[in-house]
């Protein structure tokens, strides 16, 4: 990859933080009366957009979700608190953890309700992955859930790549199967 134009200075997670609170209402209930997990996704998902673009000072565009938990049921009516940061980059990509809350507007009950880490690539004006600045964790938390990210990044790199493996050698042995 040649070097660009892209400010590639370092950013601290701080920069990239991003809070939104939306209130769950009816239109956002599932058959069981409780906000439907699709509605928590979106949300997540815009946070966590939000984060990668401050980050990476451009379009972002998500490539995966992953681990995203339930932990327990939001209320409709509960206030949703979706906090979202820059946990560690790659080349090109940066992955995003996501913290759900939900409130009870009435008590001021507060319940962690899920998580989710999310892969977002940078893409430059033609749609092709570009470089992102490097994030520096600077907080013990931080450094942690970027120890983490590392991790994840490999599990998601090793898996990847051993679906193409089985994927080409399923090619190859229908291939050796075709009649003469
Ligand atoms: C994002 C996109 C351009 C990447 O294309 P690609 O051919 O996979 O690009 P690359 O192979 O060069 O990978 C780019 C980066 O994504 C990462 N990546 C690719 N597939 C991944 C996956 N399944 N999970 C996690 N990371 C992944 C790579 O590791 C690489 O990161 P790095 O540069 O930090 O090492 C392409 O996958 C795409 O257009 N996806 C659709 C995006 C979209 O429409 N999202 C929904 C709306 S926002």
């Known amino acids: ?5 892209w400010d590639l200075t370092p950013k601290p997670v701080s920069a990239s933080q991003v809070t939104l609170v939306q209130l769950m209402e009816i239109t956002d209930a599932n058959v069981a009366g409780i906000a439907h997990g699709g509605s928590i996704m979106k949300l997540v998902d815009t946070a966590a957009g939000l984060a990668a673009i401050k980050h990476c000072g451009g379009l972002a565009v998500t490539v995966s979700m992953d681990s995203m938990s339930f932990l327990a049921p939001v209320r409709i009516g509960d206030t949703v ?3 979202a940061s820059v946990n560690d980059v790659g080349e090109t990509s940066m992955e995003v953890g996501v913290r759900v809350e939900a409130e ?3 008590t001021g009950e507060r319940t962690h309700t899920g998580s ?3 892969v977002f690539v940078a893409l430059d004006e033609t749609g092709k992955p570009r470089p992102v600045p490097p994030v520096i964790a600077e907080t013990p938390t931080q450094q942690r859930r970027q120890r983490e990210a590392k991790i994840r990044r ?3 790199l090793a898996h990847k790549q051993a679906i193409r493996e089985h994927r080409e050698r399923v090619a190859r042995e229908e291939q050796g199967s075709e009649p003469a």
């Open 116 to 118: 989710a880490y999310l």
């Open 154 to 156: 490999e599990t998601r």
């Open 81 to 83: 608190t979706v906090r």
């Open 1 to 5: 990859m040649t070097p660009t134009k």
């Open 104 to 106: 009870n507007v009435i």
